[in-house]
C-alpha cells in the first residue's frame, strides 16, 4: 500500500497558491485513477483507490502546513505503514517551474512542511518534489510561494499534473521509473520521419 500525501494549505483562500500544489498532485492522481469520495480522517481529508491494483490512499492533511506531520503520522500508524510507503508531494522553490525530482530520504531545505513530517515519522519517507521556480530576488519569496498561480503557468501546470496522474503505477515500481515516466510523459512527440518516394525518374519503379 502507498500513502500519497500532498501538501498544502486548506481553504479556499490558499486553493491556488504555489504552496498548494501538492494538493493539486493528489487531486489529480486520485481523480484520474477514480479514488472513492473524500472524508476527514487523520486530521486531514483521504480519499481510498487502487493504483494498478495496488491500494493507495491519497492524503490531504487539514492541520496547515507547518503540522502536516500530525496527519501523516497518525494514517501511517493505522496502516501499519513504513516510511518508504510514505510518498509526499510538495513545492520546490531551488527547481524550475514545471520540473519534477523524486527520491527517498533527505533533508527539508527550510519546507516547514517537510520538516514536520520529519519530526513524525522520521526523514526516510519518499518525496516527489515539484518545481515552481525561485522569483530572483530572496525578499519577493514569501510572495511568490504564498501566491496563486498565474494565468500563464497553467500552459505547464495542466500538462505536469497531467503527467504525474498517468504515471502514479510507476511509483510502485521506484522513484526513479516515475521520474522517468513524468519526463517522458511531458516530452512533445517526435516527428515522423518521411517516407522515401519512388522517382519514376530513377528506373527503380516496377
Not at 500519497?4 to 486520485?30: C, F, Q, T, W
Not at 480519499?47 to 491519497?58: H, L, N
Not at 508531494?89 to 520540473?99: I, M, P, Q, V
Not at 510502485?172 to 515516466?181: K, M
Amino acid at each position: 500500500m502507498l500513502l500519497l500525501v500532498g501538501l498544502g494549505n486548506p481553504g479556499e483562500k490558499y486553493e491556488r497558491h504555489r504552496h498548494n500544489v501538492g494538493y493539486m498532485a493528489v487531486d489529480a492522481i486520485a481523480d484520474a485513477h477514480r479514488f472513492g469520495p473524500a472524508r476527514r480522517k487523520f486530521q486531514g481529508e483521504l480519499r481510498e483507490g487502487d493504483i494498478g491494483g495496488d491500494k493507495a490512499i491519497a492524503l490531504k492533511p487539514l492541520t496547515y502546513m507547518n503540522d502536516s506531520g500530525l496527519s501523516v503520522g497518525a494514517a501511517m500508524r493505522f496502516y501499519k505503514l513504513a516510511p518508504a510507503d510514505v510518498v509526499v508531494f510538495h513545492d520546490e522553490l531551488d527547481l524550475a517551474a514545471g520540473k519534477i525530482k523524486a527520491k527517498q530520504g533527505g533533508g527539508n531545505a527550510g519546507h516547514n512542511g517537510l520538516r514536520s513530517i520529519d519530526d513524525h515519522i522520521g526523514p526516510d519517507f519518499r518525496r516527489v518534489r515539484i518545481g515552481i521556480g525561485h522569483p530572483g530576488d530572496k525578499t519577493r519569496v514569501t510572495g511568490h510561494v504564498l501566491g496563486d498561480f498565474a494565468k500563464a503557468d497553467r500552459d505547464w501546470l495542466d500538462p505536469l499534473l497531467a503527467a504525474i496522474a498517468k504515471s502514479a503505477p510507476f511509483l510502485v515500481e521506484g522513484d526513479a521509473r516515475f521520474a522517468t515516466a513524468v519526463a517522458q510523459a511531458l516530452a512533445p512527440p517526435k516527428p515522423a520521419k518521411a517516407r522515401p518516394v519512388d522517382d519514376p525518374a530513377s528506373g527503380d519503379s516496377p
